[in-house]
């Protein structure tokens, strides 16, 4: 059912926790299922130099935090602007049909994390913060598929 890149980043997942002095913090939860993930980022000179995360929620929600946070880390902000959960679940080599709505989540914490930096900062939030329904399995967009 899981890839064994899913299982490994569920059972030893990277850079959980919380960062003290975060100057980019976004949390983001699904309704449908509960998950709820908090990322903190550390940004310096527009580069992320510290990421970690606090997921609640299934093994799938664990491991695309995980996979999101490996593949944003070191990356500059809008190179992070630019992951998309088809980004993270190809990183994961996949996830069943019923589980891709957890990549979601990985990608709003990533934005809503951008768009509380650039409130710090004094600079325009220039991105949608919403997920853009291409997933198809949550409903947001009231089309049931």
């Given at each position: 059912?899981?890839t064994?890149?899913?299982?490994?980043?569920?059972?030893?997942?990277r850079?959980?926790?919380e960062i003290a002095?975060?100057?980019?913090?976004g949390?983001?939860g699904?309704?449908?299922?509960?998950?709820?993930?908090?990322i903190?980022?550390?940004?310096?000179?527009?580069?992320?130099?510290d990421i970690k995360f606090?997921?609640f929620g299934?093994?799938?929600?664990i491991?695309t935090s995980?996979?999101?946070?490996?593949l944003i880390?070191?990356k500059t902000?809008?190179e992070?602007?630019?992951?998309t959960n088809?980004a993270?679940v190809?990183?994961?080599d996949?996830?069943p049909?019923?589980?891709i709505?957890?990549s979601?989540?990985?990608?709003?914490?990533?934005?809503?994390a951008?768009?509380?930096?650039?409130k710090?900062?004094?600079?325009?939030?220039d991105f949608v913060?919403?997920?853009d329904g291409?997933c198809?399995?949550c409903?947001k967009h009231g089309?049931?598929?």
């Amino acid at each position: 059912m899981y890839t064994e890149k899913v299982m490994d980043h569920f059972a030893n997942p990277r850079n959980v926790g919380e960062i003290a002095d975060a100057n980019a913090v976004g949390e983001v939860g699904n309704a449908t299922c509960g998950d709820i993930m908090k990322i903190y980022m550390k940004i310096e000179n527009d580069v992320i130099v510290d990421i970690k995360f606090k997921t609640f929620g299934c093994g799938a929600a664990i491991a695309t935090s995980s996979m999101a946070t490996e593949l944003i880390k070191g990356k500059t902000v809008s190179e992070a602007l630019s992951l998309t959960n088809k980004a993270v679940v190809e990183a994961l080599d996949g996830l069943p049909p019923a589980k891709i709505h957890c990549s979601v989540l990985a990608e709003e914490a990533v934005k809503a994390a951008i768009a509380d930096y650039y409130k710090r900062i004094g600079k325009e939030v220039d991105f949608v913060l919403d997920c853009d329904g291409c997933c198809a399995t949550c409903h947001k967009h009231g089309e049931h598929h």
